[in-house]
């Protein structure tokens, strides 16, 4: 399974990361591989959660990026 995470960097420093399909997943972490590394952990649990509870798993649906050049035409 895959989750999009959403990394934002604290104005006090660190990292806090979410996943937007996952309502309530969230993490933090004073480097970004440790921000990494606890919302990994956390999107297991919030799985787990919803195994036990005998609810769907939600699954993302494919996404596409489009990357722009700034500054020339």
Same mark, same amino acid.
């Given at each position: 399974?895959?989750?999009?995470? %959403? ?11 979410? %996943?937007?399909?996952?309502? $309530? ?11 990494? #590394? ?31 050049? #700034? $500054? #020339?035409?």
């Amino acid at each position: 399974m895959k989750y999009t995470v %959403v990394l934002e960097r604290e104005p006090d420093g660190g990292f806090v990361a979410s %996943v937007p399909l996952l309502p $309530g997943c969230v993490s933090q972490g004073d480097i970004r591989d440790e921000a990494i #590394t606890n919302i990994r952990e956390a999107i297991e649990l919030y799985v787990e959660d919803c195994r036990l509870a005998g609810d769907p798993i939600p699954q993302e649906d494919s996404r596409e990026y489009v990357e722009l050049r #700034t $500054g #020339t035409r």
